[in-house]
């Protein structure tokens, strides 16, 4: 296939362009620090490690957040659900943006805008503006992601490009798996509020060095429209869908509003899609989808989140409230996951080189599965030598995964479209994670909702009346025991059982899910292939 992309390395008002096949006289821009390609990986790394960071270093201090400012499970939730929805409903288009007005700016303003976001929630006193803030970190992050993949693509020529992309898939793995330990050092040693802070500084370095080393790129056929009601309906259809799972638990999923939510996030993806294809330049080109392959790795991707963010939810609070260990001790119960996933990052880069997908994708999600059954296994005195090898069986499973879905998903994608597809293979990752907190949330409460009574019946302890039980409940779901002061310590100590047996319980359920998620993940991974455009985008620039 020949490639239809050029490059603009010049300033905005110079539409003088570069194609994508320039000999290697055309690369001078690259030499020195302006536009050189591993600098370029470096300044780009930095933003995204921030991002990537922000997805699970929350999950650790969570915790924290809840007991501070009073905040109930579902409020929670949607510290998490907010940023990753903002993400997932944004890339899309913010792909789209940086393809029409280039990817050197919407990646400066994307680091702004995020850090600045990030100083705010610092400084919230309240729940609700948490949330806030973390939706507008989520909308200005999604500027970072596709940018960074759009000038990684454009600065490295085609035979340095898998590489670029095996590193920049590395960081974002082991950004997303540290963040649990940078969260324990910093909630323990500082408090919940520098767990956010850390971006600014981050986020100023990596504003200087895209001043000084990133050049502008953009595609010669760029959108001049934007799909506005595409965006509506799927941002709607989004919300209903994951508000309809967060809700459940309380509203009873055979209640009305369960299903009006659900039916209507149903009829917002059937008119997002009738959309679509009517419309001249469309959100999503559904012809995308056209590609097996590329449709298979957009699923993985969804699936490999579920199963990873949903799960990690719920283990921070296993750690600290059913185990009783500190932010710190539960984030280095968690450092072997972090390192397979370093360590199996570019191991399995190497063996998607010489293998392609297939093969490695499929046994990292079996890996997954298994990982996820051993999870479901776990009790309230389970040793931290099992623990860890759950932990790090998990992490030797996601690396493929993190690092092969940009070549499954961009790679199968025409030339024309590998910013929307670069936006489509984040996408993926961040609904499947606020999915995945969301539906196993959902399965966590119903469990415990249907437990609890008899557990704290068979246990001999007083009755409780139907809004105690309630708010029994809710603490529950986080592993706290419902105990007040003054309760004697024999009662304390019952109560404290029927708790943590009943968050295992429920726990336990949530990771079995999960699990079958993963093993419905290894036979999608079957159907993706190497990129058949994966050489396309050879770089403007030259090494």
């Not at 390609?37 to 809840?66: C, E, R, S």
């Not at 990292?364 to 005195?381: E, F």
């Not at 779901?477 to 004697?488: D, E, I, L, R």
């Amino acid at each position: 296939m020949t490639s239809q992309t050029t490059v603009d390395a010049t300033e905005p008002g110079d539409r003088t362009s570069s194609t994508s096949t320039a000999p290697p006289g055309r690369a001078a821009a690259s030499s020195g620090l302006r536009g050189h390609p591993w600098l370029t990986l470096i300044t780009v790394a930095v933003g995204v490690m921030m991002v990537a960071l922000d997805g699970t270093i929350v999950a650790i201090a969570n915790p924290a957040i809840q007991k501070d400012l009073g905040a109930t499970f579902a409020q929670v939730q949607w510290i998490t659900n907010g940023y990753f929805l903002a993400l997932a409903v944004s890339l899309i288009t913010a792909g789209k943006l940086g393809d029409r007005f280039g990817h050197r700016q919407t990646f400066l303003i994307g680091v702004v805008g995020f850090a600045t976001a990030s100083g705010a929630i610092g400084l919230s006193d309240s729940i609700a503006l948490v949330v806030t803030f973390r939706v507008f970190q989520g909308l200005f992050g999604a500027l970072l992601m596709p940018a960074a993949l759009g000038l990684l693509r454009a600065s490295f020529p085609a035979e340095k490009l898998n590489m670029a992309i095996g590193i920049w898939g590395m960081v974002i793995g082991a950004s997303t798996a540290g963040g649990p330990i940078l969260g324990g050092v910093l909630v323990e040693h500082v408090n919940w509020q520098s767990v956010f802070f850390i971006n600014v500084p981050v986020g100023a370095l990596a504003l200087v060095l895209g001043l000084l080393i990133l050049t502008d790129h953009r595609a010669k056929n760029a959108p001049r429209s934007f799909d506005l009601l595409g965006i509506a309906l799927l941002s709607g259809a989004m919300f209903c869908l994951v508000w309809a799972l967060i809700k459940a638990p309380t509203w009873g999923w055979g209640d009305g509003r369960t299903w009006l939510f659900i039916g209507a996030s149903v009829l917002g993806f059937a008119l997002f899609s009738f959309w679509e294809t009517k419309v001249r330049e469309p959100l999503i080109p559904l012809t995308l989808f056209r590609s097996v392959p590329l449709s298979a790795g957009v699923v993985l991707m969804v699936l490999m989140a579920i199963a990873f963010m949903g799960g990690l939810f719920f283990v921070t609070f296993y750690l600290q409230n059913v185990h009783g260990m500190s932010p710190i001790d539960a984030g280095l119960h968690l450092l072997p996951l972090t390192g397979m996933m370093i360590v199996g990052s570019p191991l399995a880069g190497a063996m998607i080189t010489k293998l392609g997908p297939r093969i490695p994708l499929a046994g990292g999600m079996a890996a997954t599965a298994i990982a996820m059954y051993g999870m479901s296994t776990l009790k309230a005195d389970t040793g931290s030598g099992i623990m860890s090898l759950w932990f790090a069986l998990l992490g030797l499973g996601l690396a493929p995964v993190m690092v092969g879905a940009t070549e499954v998903i961009v790679g199968n994608a025409p030339m024309e479209l590998s910013g929307v597809a670069g936006g489509l293979q984040q996408a993926a990752m961040q609904i499947g994670g606020s999915l995945g907190t969301a539906v196993l949330g959902a399965v966590m409460a119903s469990k415990v909702d249907s437990a609890l009574p008899s557990n704290w019946k068979d246990a001999g302890l007083p009755p409780l009346t139907p809004t105690q039980l309630d708010q029994a409940s809710e603490a529950v779901q986080v592993g706290v025991a419902p105990t007040s002061k003054g309760t004697p310590e024999a009662i304390t100590a019952k109560i404290t059982g029927v708790a943590h047996d009943t968050f295992i319980a429920g726990m336990s359920l949530a990771s079995l899910v999960a699990a079958g998620v993963a093993v419905v993940a290894v036979l999608v991974a079957l159907l993706t292939k190497r990129g058949e455009n994966a050489e396309a985008g050879a770089g403007a620039a030259h090494i």
